[in-house]
């Protein structure tokens, strides 16, 4: 396949590079307004072609496949354009900068019969993808909550959120685990450097299978933190991805409530076990996921994290925003369409 990505800023270069490393790849067409960025382009891949013109890429009809990694304010007009041009559609997350942006992606990819993925890179990575195996497997017992912690010391953006631009890691992987998403949530948010852009914030989400999990994502850090934390009834996990040796832990350890037989009577048993480690092997989840969107894109089948998938991850920003703005209210999120489930695979039930 010949494609083309548009937008050589700061993740472009590793988009370029996993495409030519791909042998479904023939060709590779770089576009970027910005004259600077052409150059360093040319400079990093000089037998690569280049343009400033995005009309030269809808026009050009040996071009199958479009990468868009450009501010998340173009994606709906660029993909859009790409999708009106014939051209198979990978956005960046997150798919859009509103739901009815993204839902109209969505729409128009499948009247179109053409691959619309997101770039939910997570739910590409070996650990997360046995993490999920490990909690189907019901080895980790019915799921009380996850909480996860992305934070940083920058890179602050102009144009969206902390939550707009952390949070959809995080959300994305939990859907992909528990199958569904949350019915509710809220946020607690504070813009601290930029009066009228939110660089910390505290999320809360309830699902209707009974878990409940909080996010917390921060500009505005002293350390660089990737932490995921899932207890279980039976078992607790946790998943580092700073750890470049161990990503994933199993902790066997709990404690039970057990029900008092006569008057007065209270007891808890605490249980303290082995901490396992799984193997899990070293790919890089970028690799999979290009490698997972020209397959779909060659044989028409459907992607893990398609134009669906991406608008349930912005319905949720969409409400984490809006209860920022209301106070910290607690927001309700539609459920998905009758017969649509969040995951292809069968959904976590808690307690099964």
């Known amino acids: 396949m010949h494609v083309a990505v548009i937008g050589f800023g700061y993740w472009g270069p590793n988009l370029v590079r996993n495409l030519l490393e791909n042998r479904k790849v023939t060709a590779v067409t770089i576009c970027d307004g910005n004259p600077a960025q052409l150059e360093r382009a040319a400079q990093r891949f000089p037998h690569v ?37 014939g051209k198979h559609t990978f956005i960046e997350k997150p798919l859009a900068a509103s739901t009815a942006e993204a839902e109209d992606l969505a729409r128009t990819a499948e009247a179109a019969g053409l691959t619309l993925m997101v770039g939910h890179t997570f739910e590409y ?16 017992g019915q799921i009380y909550y996850v909480s996860a912690v992305r934070v940083n010391l920058g890179i602050h953006q102009k144009d969206v959120s902390v939550v707009w631009d952390l949070a959809p890691h995080d959300l994305s992987m939990l859907f992909y685990w528990l199958g569904e998403m949350p019915t509710e949530v809220s946020m607690l948010g ?3 450097v930029q009066p009228t852009v939110s660089d910390v914030a505290f999320i809360n989400l309830q699902f209707a299978s009974g878990v409940v999990g909080s996010i917390q994502v921060s500009w505005l850090s002293p350390s660089k933190l990737r932490q995921i934390t899932i207890v279980g009834s039976k078992k607790m996990l946790v998943y580092d991805d ?28 605490y249980r303290t076990g082995d901490i396992v480690s799984p193997h899990i092997p070293a790919t890089e989840p970028l690799q999979s996921e290009i490698a997972h969107f020209l397959e779909c894109a060659l044989t ?3 992607p893990r994290t398609d134009g669906r998938s991406g608008l ?11 209860s920022g703005q209301n106070g910290c209210r607690m927001e309700r999120i539609a459920a998905p369409e009758a017969g649509e489930t969040v995951s292809a695979r069968a959904p976590y039930r808690n307690g099964q």
């Open 242 to 269: 700073t750890n470049h040796v161990e990503r994933v832990k199993i902790y066997d350890r709990g404690v039970e409530f057990r029900e008092p037989t006569t008057f007065g009577e209270y007891t808890l048993t």
């Open 300 to 302: 028409g089948a459907r």
């Open 190 to 192: 504070g813009a601290f």
């Open 312 to 322: 349930r991850v912005v319905q949720a920003l969409e409400a984490i925003e809006r």
């Open 125 to 140: 990575s070996p650990p997360v993808m046995k993490i999920r195996e490990i909690i189907q497997s019901g080895s980790l």
């Open 49 to 85: 072609r280049a343009v400033e013109d995005v009309n030269e890429i809808w026009n050009d009809t040996s071009i199958e496949a479009v990468l868009i990694a450009t501010p998340v304010s173009t994606h709906h007009g660029l993909g859009k354009a790409s999708l009106a041009a």
